[in-house]
C-alpha cells in the first residue's frame, strides 16, 4: 500500500504516451494524420519551398503569357489553337515542379534527415504517402492559380491579335468544355509531374541526377521525335513519351490530329508516375536509408 | 659577452608546391575517383550514340505501295538521289531549255520582252483541269533567260544570265553562284538585254537595258567543259510555297508553277552545228507532274519565241531532298543533361559535403580554384564529345543511309566542324553548369537552371511550338543558339525555301551562335569567381 502514492504520479505524467501506445493497434488513421503533420511541418518550414511554390505560379504565367501576346491570327483559320497557347507555360513550370518534388526526398538524404524521419515513421511508404500528397497538394494550388491567371491573361489579349470570331475563334471562357478541360488537365499535369518527380527521388536519392532524370524524360521526347521520321515510330515517342503525351490535354481544337486522346494521354502520364512512385515506395522499403 | 646566433626553425620536410599544375591535379583526382561521376560521364557519351542511333533507325524511309499499303517498299529500295552539281552538293535542276549545240568559243544574246508566270495555291493540280485552276503571277525566283550548259544531264556544270519574277537581272552559274544585274522585271516597255560569251572554259555575263550599252555582270568557270556545249534559252519556276506556322504544328501549303518567258532579238556567235532550237525538258523524269510536262513548251513566231518551263536550276534546299547529316548528333541533348548533372555536382557535392572548405584551405586564392575546376571539367567534356560525336555521326549516318535515307553531301570540314563543334558545345555547357553551381551552391536548382536554359528554348524554337519570329529570336539570344554549331546546311537567298529553326536552319552562323553560349558562359564565370571570393565558403 505504501508503494501505491510513488507510482501513481508517474503514471500521471506518463499517461499521455500511454494513451498513444494504447491506440497504436488499430491507429491506422491517427498514424497517416501525424505522418502527414510531420511532413507538412518539414516542407512548410523549408525556406525553399515558398519560393519554388511562387516560382511555379509566376513562371508557368509569365511564358504563358508571353506567348499569348506573340502569336497572331492574321487570317481566317489561321490553324492555331489558343487553348494550347494560353497554357504554354507548363512547359516550364513543369521544371519547377519537379524542384518541389525532387527536394522533399532528396533535401532528407543530403542533410542525413531521412534517417531521423525513418526512425520516428518507420513506415516508409506511409511516408512517401504523405510526400506525395503535399507536394501534389502544393503544385495543385500553384498551378490553378498560375492556370486560371493564364487563361485569363489569354482572354484579355488574344482577342487584339486576330482571335476574333470574325476568324473562326470564340474568346477564352472557362464554361467552354474544352477549355475548362485543357485548364484543369494543366493543372493536373503539373501535380502528376510533381508525382513522377517524387518517385525518380526516392528511386535514385541524389537530387542531382533525380532532377537530371526527370528534365531529360520530359524534354528529349519531342526532341527525339523530331528527327524520328518513321510515321510508326514517330507517333509511338509522341503517345507514350510523357510530355508529349500529358500536354495532349491541353489541345482545344482538331481533337482529331492529335496521336493520342487528351484523357488518355494524361492516363499516360498517370501511368508513368504511378510506376515511379510503386517503383520508388518499393525500394524505399527495401534499401537501407 | 658572447652573442649567440639563433637559428630559426626550419621544418625538413620540402616545401609543398602550390601552383596551377598541382590544383589541376588535384582536380582531376576529385574527377577521376567519385565513381558515380565516372559513370555520368561514360553515360553522357553512350546517350549521344545510343539517341544516335535510334534517331537513325528511326528515320526508315517507306515508299510505294498502294492506298491499302500493299506492295509498299522500305529501305534502300526507296532512296531518292537528286542530281550532284559540280562541287558534289545536291542540287535541283529540272526546267525547259531551248538549245543549240556550241563548238568552241561564241556567244549568245536575247532581249527578254515579258516574264509571265501561273501557280497553283491548292497543293497538287488536277490533270483533266489544265492550267485553269491556276492563278496568274510570278514567284520572287521565276526565271527565263539564256544559259551556257555543259551538256542536258542534270547537275552539269552551267553560266545563266536570267531576269527573275522581283529580283532583277542576274547571273547564276553552278548551282550556288549568284551575282545581282540590273534590277526592275523585263516588260515590253522596258525590255532586258542579256549576253553570254563563252571562251574556252569561261563564261563571261553582260546585261543592258539598250542592247548597245553593255555592263559586264560576272564571270563562270565552267570546271572540266568539254570544246561542246549546249546553249540557249530557258525557263523554270520554283514551287509556290507559303508556310503556315500552327502552334505545336507547322503546315506548307502550295503548289507547282509555270513560267513563261518572251524572246526576241536571239542572236548566236560562233561555230553551230545546227541552225534550229530544240525543245528539251531537262530532269522530266523527275516528279513535276504530267499537266507540267505537257505545259512546257517553245513557240517560235516572228523571231520571236516564248518559253515555258517549270521546275528550278538552284541547290537543293534541305527539306525533302535529303537527310541533313546532323540528324545523327541529336543524341548530343541527352549527353548534354548528363554532363550537366556531372559538372553541377563538381562543385555543388564540395558545399553539400563540406569538402569545399578544405579545398579553400589548402589553396586560398580561390580564383585559381575555380580556374581550375573550369580547365579540369572543361577538358574532360570536350573529350567525352569529342568521342561521343565522332562516334555518333559517322554510325548514325551509316544506319540512316542503309536504312533508305538519302545523306546531303557535305565536306569533310564541315563534318570536322560538327564533331569539334559539338565536343565544343559539351565543354562550354560544362563550364556554365560549373559556373552556375558555384554561384547557386544547390544540385537541384543549378541542373534545372542550366537544362531549362539550354533545351527548353530549343524545344520551343525547333519543336515548331512558337511562331518562326519567335523562335529565331530563342535561337539567337538564348543559350540554345549554340546547337547553329551542329548545323550542316546553307541558306541560300536564291532559293525561296523555309529557312527556320524548325527545319534545321538557324539564323546565327555557326560559330556566332557558339559564340552566344559562350558569353552566357563567360559572365557567369565571371560571377562566380566574383562571389566566391566575397563569400563565406
Redesign the interface.
Given at each position: 500500500m505504501s508503494q501505491a502514492p510513488s507510482v501513481e504520479p508517474r503514471a500521471l505524467t506518463t499517461s499521455t504516451r500511454r494513451a498513444d501506445l494504447d491506440r497504436e493497434p488499430c491507429a491506422g488513421r491517427t498514424r497517416w494524420r501525424e505522418t502527414l503533420h510531420a511532413e507538412w511541418t518539414k516542407l512548410r518550414t523549408l525556406p525553399g519551398t515558398i519560393w519554388l511554390v511562387l516560382a511555379i505560379t509566376v513562371l508557368t504565367l509569365a511564358v504563358s503569357a508571353a506567348a499569348s501576346s506573340s502569336v497572331t491570327c492574321p487570317t481566317v483559320d489561321c490553324n492555331q489553337d489558343p487553348g494550347k497557347i494560353s497554357l504554354a507555360g507548363v512547359e516550364l513550370g513543369q521544371a519547377v515542379a519537379a524542384i518541389l518534388a525532387v527536394l522533399a526526398v532528396s533535401g532528407e538524404y543530403s542533410t542525413g534527415m531521412i534517417r531521423v524521419t525513418f526512425t520516428a515513421m518507420p513506415r516508409r511508404t506511409t511516408v512517401l504517402a504523405a510526400k506525395a500528397a503535399l507536394v501534389s497538394g502544393f503544385t495543385l494550388i500553384a498551378g490553378s492559380v498560375a492556370v486560371l491567371g493564364s487563361v485569363l491573361v489569354a482572354r484579355l489579349v488574344m482577342p487584339g491579335h486576330g482571335f476574333t470570331a470574325a476568324h473562326g475563334y470564340r474568346l477564352l471562357s472557362p464554361t467552354d468544355g474544352a477549355v475548362l478541360r485543357a485548364a484543369a488537365g494543366s493543372v493536373l499535369y503539373l501535380a502528376l509531374i510533381a508525382l513522377l518527380s517524387l518517385g525518380i527521388a526516392a528511386l535514385v536519392r541524389d537530387s542531382a541526377v533525380a532532377i537530371g532524370l526527370v528534365l531529360g524524360l520530359l524534354y528529349l521526347s519531342p526532341i527525339i521525335a523530331g528527327v524520328v521520321t518513321d510515321p510508326h515510330w514517330h507517333s509511338r515517342i509522341e503517345r507514350y513519351a510523357p510530355m508529349s503525351a500529358g500536354l495532349a490535354i491541353q489541345a482545344t481544337r482538331n481533337l482529331a490530329a492529335l496521336p493520342i486522346g487528351p484523357w488518355e494521354g494524361l492516363g499516360v502520364l498517370a501511368a508513368w508516375a504511378a510506376a515511379a512512385l510503386l517503383t520508388g515506395g518499393a525500394v524505399l522499403r527495401l534499401r537501407d536509408a | 659577452m658572447s652573442t649567440t646566433t639563433v637559428t630559426p626553425y626550419r621544418s625538413a620536410v620540402h616545401v609543398g608546391r602550390d601552383g596551377f599544375a598541382q590544383l589541376l591535379r588535384a582536380e582531376w583526382t576529385k574527377v577521376r575517383t567519385v565513381r558515380?561521376w565516372s559513370i555520368?560521364l561514360v553515360l553522357a557519351a553512350l546517350l549521344t550514340v545510343l539517341?544516335g542511333v535510334?534517331?537513325a533507325v528511326?528515320?526508315?524511309?517507306?515508299c510505294g505501295g498502294g492506298p491499302d499499303g500493299s506492295g509498299s517498299k522500305s529501305g534502300a529500295a526507296c532512296r531518292q538521289v537528286p542530281p550532284l552539281g559540280p562541287d558534289g552538293e545536291a542540287v535541283s535542276d529540272s526546267f525547259y531549255f531551248a538549245h543549240q549545240t556550241l563548238a568552241g568559243d561564241g556567244s549568245i544574246t536575247a532581249r527578254v520582252t515579258s516574264l509571265t508566270g501561273l501557280y497553283s495555291t491548292h497543293g497538287g493540280i488536277e490533270v483533266d483541269a489544265g492550267t485553269a485552276g491556276m492563278t496568274p503571277g510570278t514567284q520572287p525566283w521565276s526565271k527565263a533567260g539564256i544559259i551556257v550548259k555543259e551538256n542536258t544531264t542534270q547537275g552539269s556544270p552551267y553560266a545563266a544570265m536570267m531576269t527573275t519574277g522581283s529580283n532583277g537581272v542576274r547571273m547564276q552559274y553552278n548551282y550556288t553562284r549568284d551575282i545581282a544585274g540590273e534590277p526592275g522585271m523585263a516588260s515590253a516597255a522596258s525590255p532586258q538585254w542579256l549576253r553570254l560569251t563563252r571562251s574556252g572554259d569561261t563564261v563571261t555575263g553582260y546585261d543592258s537595258v539598250d542592247g548597245v550599252h553593255w555592263t559586264e555582270v560576272g564571270t563562270a568557270v565552267l570546271p572540266g567543259a568539254s570544246s561542246t556545249v549546249q546553249v540557249g534559252m530557258f525557263a523554270a519556276a520554283p514551287n509556290y510555297t507559303v508556310t503556315?506556322?500552327?502552334?505545336?504544328?507547322a503546315?506548307a501549303v502550295g503548289g507547282p508553277t509555270l513560267t513563261t518567258g518572251t524572246f526576241d532579238d536571239v542572236s548566236l556567235q560562233g561555230a553551230s552545228a545546227a541552225g534550229t532550237w530544240t525543245g528539251t525538258a531537262i530532269g522530266s523524269d523527275s516528279p513535276r507532274g504530267q499537266l507540267l510536262a505537257q505545259a512546257e513548251q517553245v513557240q517560235q513566231s516572228d523571231g520571236a519565241f516564248s518559253l515555258t518551263g517549270t521546275g528550278d536550276i538552284a541547290p537543293a534546299s534541305g527539306q525533302g531532298s535529303g537527310r541533313p547529316v546532323e540528324?545523327s548528333l541529336?543524341g548530343a541533348?541527352?549527353g548534354l543533361?548528363?554532363i550537366?548533372?556531372v559538372a553541377?555536382?563538381f562543385v555543388?557535392a564540395e558545399y553539400?559535403r563540406g569538402l569545399i572548405r578544405l579545398t579553400l584551405a589548402a589553396s586560398p586564392r580561390r580564383g585559381r580554384v575555380l580556374a581550375a575546376k573550369v580547365v579540369v571539367i572543361g577538358v574532360v567534356a570536350f573529350v567525352v564529345g569529342l568521342v561521343a560525336a565522332a562516334v555518333a555521326l559517322p554510325l548514325g549516318d551509316h544506319l540512316a543511309y542503309n536504312h533508305g535515307s538519302y545523306l546531303l553531301p557535305v565536306s569533310s570540314l564541315t563534318k570536322a566542324r560538327l564533331i569539334v563543334g559539338t565536343a565544343a558545345l559539351f565543354a562550354v555547357v560544362a563550364v556554365l553548369a560549373v559556373a552556375v553551381g558555384t554561384l547557386l551552391r544547390?544540385?537541384?536548382?543549378?541542373?534545372?537552371l542550366v537544362?531549362?536554359a539550354i533545351?527548353?528554348p530549343?524545344?520551343?524554337a525547333?519543336?515548331s511550338?512558337?511562331?518562326s519570329?519567335?523562335a529565331e529570336w530563342l535561337t539567337r539570344l538564348t543559350p540554345a543558339a549554340a546547337f547553329a554549331i551542329q548545323q550542316s546546311l546553307v541558306a541560300y537567298p536564291q532559293v525561296t525555301a523555309n529557312y527556320t529553326p524548325a527545319n534545321g536552319y538557324f539564323p546565327l552562323s555557326p560559330w556566332a551562335g557558339f559564340a552566344v553560349l559562350c558569353a552566357y558562359a563567360a559572365l557567369a564565370l565571371g560571377l562566380a569567381v566574383y562571389q566566391l571570393r566575397r563569400r563565406d565558403a
Open positions: - | 558515380g555520368g539517341f535510334l534517331a528511326g528515320g526508315q524511309i517507306s503556315s506556322q500552327g502552334f505545336g504544328t503546315s540528324q541529336v541533348f541527352a543533361i548528363a550537366i548533372v553541377a555536382m555543388t553539400r544547390r544540385s537541384a536548382a543549378t541542373v534545372t537544362i531549362v533545351v527548353l530549343y524545344i520551343l525547333v519543336a511550338v512558337l511562331p519570329g519567335v
